[in-house]
């Protein structure tokens, strides 16, 4: 399989999923490389949101195999994901309800946060010191991505646009080698939109990023490469030229869809 | 860590030296004036600490450590005034507040129910008996550890099965236990007593330096009523500072993440079976401590006090007082210790028989009106709509 640049962070490898009787994905293989910016697109259906969630572990493939050769894993458990440095944003948002922003931030770099039960238990000074830098790191990332002046609301009062971002800060708290972003342009407006490709491509110096993503004005001129499912088989995968060229690829999608 | 709480803690530390002076002259003996006085300047103390912001923020452990120490010495002090029977009261509804802390852990923050607490404390409740029947010289401080130990132990065993057990059916399993916990204790009727249930061999007195200390020349305390309240109460203010570490560490925001959003919570690396049994873990202790403190209270346990009613009693002081909130425990304990007050009164002014058939079901009558009043007017709880209505009279 090919990749660009640094080495290889995620391999789907010859990946089947069945439910019951529908194949929702057959013989799919692709990879993302650190250093590089993935999409994952296809027409409603193709399979793009079941690709995503066999690459994180929450469905398991029904043949081939999920590898994470930079982490030297294979088909991990979704809440091992954190700690082979993978990070995932949810459709929507995702974020936890009853939680201040701050608190969501936090929670992305839970595994950094040092202690055990007992450690919380008896206050001990080592856990407040792990709780007091997660803190000051957290609003360190809220700054970052410029919406630190909600860190103290809670998700529901805040415009989609900016909990999209608080999200995004979430994933990036834990450090991750690779970023997995479900659907980051929905709902946001051009000048949103703006800044989440700015800010996707700026990652693509630390990280490896696959995106799953409906929006092809926002993801032609973002990503290094494009996958292109279609009933669950991959159709094609190249540069963004050369799938604005791939006749399958204008037959199956960017002629039907758009 | 500037200077304007050391100033309050000066300042708060002469006020208690002048209440000192006070106490002298306005309290019968001179030792009780010395032990109030020593309650007014610990409690100036830590209400001067707790009420800086700044403190809070750069010592978030000994703030807290000082929130538990002024609640226990406002509750120390008054105890001394109450007669036996309200102080007995009080000392049952003090080792509720410790098991609806537990529970209020579980539900609150995992998101899990127990309809299995009840049974829960009768672990606690007779492995004390047991223990204090075969090694009547262990400390009783050590002997509330034991039961701890046999209550998180219980816990685990239930918990680990019940880790891949969500809403319904977790409660379904405790439900279970809860039911066969009375045939268990049949079962092992030569070591519980059977239905009788068992007697402690000793009763938990005041050590004699305290009884020297208040009454020269006696050898126990002529009210130990006050005794047994102040060591419950003492101990809640542990569990109490205990359970607010955890609210406030990284294992209580995990418990939260996993209640609020259980894929979310993986992502950022949360075993959620591990997070599940740690709270299950941590509310049968609470509630196994509960229990141990009533055998303590009462001098003897039986099994018929530790029945489902109990667990469904629990599960609705949680609500009413607040899911989710230490105040709410407390406030569940506190309602908890007066509807026995409640009762006398209504049965001695209505002539109603209090060992009569409408008398006994009261408890139940008072616990499901004030359950049916909080889900209709404060969902959140008596704790909850007190906090709403102080942050909108602050705002006004």
């Not at chain 2, 219980?154 to 009375?182: D, E, H, K, Q, S």
């Not at chain 2, 006090?305 to 406030?331: D, Q």
Request: aromatic letters at 8%; glycine letters at 10%; proline letters at 4%.
């Amino acid at each position: 399989m090919e990749s660009t640049g640094g080495p290889s962070l995620l391999e789907l490898d010859r990946v089947s999923v069945h439910f019951g009787g529908l194949h929702a994905l057959r013989d799919v293989s692709f990879s993302v490389a650190s250093g590089e910016i993935v999409g994952l697109i296809g027409p409603n259906g193709a399979g793009k949101t079941t690709a995503f969630n066999v690459a994180c572990g929450f469905v398991r493939p029904s043949s081939g195999h999920v590898h994470y050769p930079a982490a030297g894993r294979s088909n991990v458990h979704p809440s091992e994901l954190a700690h082979i440095g993978v990070a995932r944003t949810l459709q929507g948002v995702g974020l936890f309800p009853h939680c201040t922003v701050l608190e969501n931030v936090m929670a992305g770099g839970h595994i950094r946060a040092g202690g055990d039960f007992f450690t919380s238990l008896f206050a001990l000074p080592r856990g407040v010191r792990s709780e007091r830098a997660l803190r000051a790191s957290a609003m360190a990332m809220l700054e970052r991505l410029g919406v630190a002046d909600v860190a103290r609301q809670l998700p529901s009062a805040i415009p989609y646009g900016v909990a999209k971002k608080v999200s995004v800060a979430r994933a990036l708290m834990s450090e991750p080698r690779l970023l997995l972003l479900d659907e980051p342009a929905s709902g946001l407006d051009e000048a949103e939109l703006e800044e989440f490709s700015a800010l996707i491509s700026e990652l693509r110096s630390t990280m490896g990023v696959l995106l799953v993503e409906h929006d092809m004005e926002f993801v032609m001129p973002l990503v290094d490469r494009l996958v292109v499912l279609s009933f669950g088989e991959v159709i094609a995968t190249g540069s963004a030229e050369e799938i604005r060229a791939h006749e399958a690829v204008i037959a199956a999608y960017l002629g039907v869809d758009e | 860590m500037g200077a304007r709480w050391n100033q309050r803690v000066v300042a708060g530390t002469a006020v208690g030296a002048a209440a000192v002076l006070a106490s002298w002259l306005g309290v019968g003996t001179a030792r009780a004036a010395t032990a109030l006085s020593i309650a007014a300047v610990v409690l100036v103390a830590a209400l001067a600490l707790i009420s800086s912001s700044e403190f809070r923020r750069d010592h978030p452990v000994v703030a807290r450590a000082a929130i538990s120490v002024a609640a226990v010495d406002v509750s120390l002090v008054v105890t001394g005034f109450f007669s036996s029977t309200v102080d007995s009261n009080l000392a049952i509804g003090a080792a509720m507040s410790i098991v609806l802390l537990g529970l209020s852990f579980l539900t609150g923050s995992s998101g899990q129910i127990s309809i299995g607490n009840g049974a829960f404390m009768g672990v606690g409740a007779f492995t004390v008996a047991i223990w204090a029947n075969h090694h009547a010289t262990t400390p009783i401080a050590v002997v509330l550890l034991l039961a701890v130990v046999a209550g998180a132990l219980v816990g685990l065993l239930l918990g680990l099965p019940a880790t891949r057990l969500r809403g319904p059916y977790l409660a379904g399993m405790t439900l279970a236990f809860a039911v066969a916990f009375g045939a268990v204790l049949n079962l092992f009727s030569t070591w519980t007593g059977g239905d009788s249930g068992l007697q402690l061999p000793y009763a938990v007195n005041a050590p004699a330096w305290l009884v020297h200390f208040f009454q020269p020349g006696t050898s126990s305390l002529t009210t130990n009523s006050v005794w047994l309240v102040d060591v419950t109460i003492v101990t809640a203010g542990i569990a109490l500072f205990f359970m607010a570490n955890l609210f406030a560490s990284r294992t209580g925001r995990a418990m939260r993440l996993v209640r609020d959003n259980d894929v979310a919570a993986e992502l950022v690396g949360i075993s959620l079976p591990r997070a599940r049994v740690i709270a299950f873990t941590v509310s049968a202790a609470y509630a196994a401590l509960g229990g141990g403190l009533w055998t303590i209270i009462n001098n003897a346990v039986t099994p018929a006090t530790y029945g489902f009613a109990l667990s469904i009693t629990i599960l609705s002081l949680v609500v009413i007082g607040g899911i989710g909130t230490i105040p709410g425990a407390l406030i569940g304990g506190l309602i908890y210790a007066f509807a026995a007050s409640v009762i006398a009164w209504f049965t001695a002014h209505t002539g109603l028989n209090p060992q009569g058939n409408v008398a006994s079901q009261l408890n139940g009558i008072i616990f499901g009106g004030l359950l049916v009043l909080t889900i209709l007017f404060a969902p959140t709880g008596i704790a909850g709509f007190v906090r709403r209505r102080w942050a909108a009279w602050r705002s006004r």
